[in-house]
């Protein structure tokens, strides 16, 4: 895009964003061996979803809005909290996406706190346990 997300938003709007994630999803999905790490609102498109979930295993990292707030509390780069109450617009976020992740989703990770070696961990445990990936 040649820009930040932040900087896309405001120029473009979120629509358009929108439109453009929508088709790098179509695209990079398109390719059975990588790894994808997406934005929080890609499920709020029913392509992105279909794509997701059809062509690849997807794992949702699920964290609560007062988790995440935690960690983006002094975060300016994510346009939709730059707001007057960003842990509102958390919860608010999560209600509509959250549902939709679940609907996506071949496995739900908890994340809570821990490191990021355990989460990987976790997540790779699932991955051998659905027969997905081999165990080393």
Known sequence: ?????????????E??????EESVI??????PKAVLSTGGG????????????ER???VYLNSSPDELFRRL???V?????????????????????????????HFIIETGRPSVATLVNMIVMQLELAGVVSAP
């Open 1 to 13: 895009m040649g820009c930040s997300i932040r900087d896309y938003f405001e120029r473009e709007g």
């Open 15 to 20: 629509d358009r964003f929108r439109d453009v």
């Open 26 to 31: 179509d695209q990079l999905t398109q390719n």
């Open 42 to 53: 890609v499920v709020l498109r029913a392509a992105n979803r279909q794509h997701l979930r």
């Open 56 to 58: 690849g295993q997807v």
């Open 73 to 75: 509390r002094h975060d």
């Open 77 to 105: 780069n994510r346009p939709l909290l730059q707001v007057a109450d960003p842990l509102s617009r958390l919860r608010d976020l999560y209600a509509v996406r959250d549902p939709l992740y679940r609907e996506t989703a």
